[in-house]
């Protein structure tokens, strides 16, 4: 093991909430009528964005493409009900029975509950963000991006984002969440398997919305600073809150996140305590190793401002010692890196050990180099 510390191994992923896969096969629906074979390029297909899918509302737009002719025309239930059938099929039988149990839920809680802000269930840039934050956005070069953000350690960005009054509503609106949740006594799915409290924001509708927040504020920042980790093509995400003080969990394990990049923004209220600890990026064959002292680094929360890191990036919270600590997290993921990340073992462009391991490669193999050099001149000498 390298460096000078030990901490006991990070839990990997921490798990989404997600229920367990049933163990019945579920009957697979053959559609009787099949895709094209070529996209009709002169179709204009609809927008799916603001329907609550489990698959990528774009997925749908591209694949309404290829639907059969006659189908074209249908209402967009049909299509969607059409196309999702399809796209089941090909999900591992698991995962589709997971994927179909959690369509429930959500949509059990959507039909029930009834949002308090509703303002913040469609993407306002300009009342949810900063004003130095929707500039360095809107001009869009990686300079503006770098005037805004500090990295007071390597790969921990953090920068000004949210508005106080965005940060209200929001913690307004889970709080009313969870009120209802007490009264009606529905047993939600907590954030992952390290909370004990917290909600996940796109199980009572804020998907969408949060699906706006990574694509359009999330992403460039990603693309231009964690460009090794997918951070150009991040197309999923897990949205919640946390809560930590006395009456919620009080601190949160060492751990990576189930995320290529982690979006962390405090929403108040008043705190102490609960400072993120950040020790080193790893991947998966590294993640137990021990940190070097340039690796150690302590973050402070405060609210409104964000914190940027890869999911890799190993980390924990210290207790929040009192009051009441809610952060909005914002987990996101790349299809694109999770695949090709299958193919490779050399990580050293984003992993630290990784990076270690090689550098002591070339400063071995060039240190044989010249004992052979030097060893064949002496022999020339005599
Ligand atoms: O409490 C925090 O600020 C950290 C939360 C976190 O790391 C997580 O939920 O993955
Ligand atoms: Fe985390």
Redesign the pocket.
Known sequence: MSGDRRESPPVIG?GNGVVEPEKKPAPVIVPSQRLRLHANKDHMPESYEDLQLDFCPSIFSSLEKYLPPNMLHDSREEKVKFMRDILLKYLPHGERTRAQKHREYRQKIISHYKPLKRELYTMHPVTFFVPSFMKAINDNTEDSLRSIISEPSPGVLTFEMLQPRFCELLVAEVENFEAWVNDTKFRIMR??T??KY?AVLDDFGLETMLDKLMDGFIRPISKVFFPDVGGATLDSHHG?V?E?GKDWDVD?GF?V?DSEV?L?V?LGKQFSG?E?FFRGTRCDKHVNTGSQPEEIFDYS?IPGRA?LHLGRHR???RATTSGH?I?L?L?CRSSVFREMKKYQKDFSNWCGECSREKKERQRASIAATKSELLRKDGESVV
């Open positions: 921490g954030p992952n390290m909370n917290g919640f946390v930590y949160l751990h996140d982690t962390n405090c609960g993120l929360h914190v980390h924990g919270a600590r952060n997290l987990w």
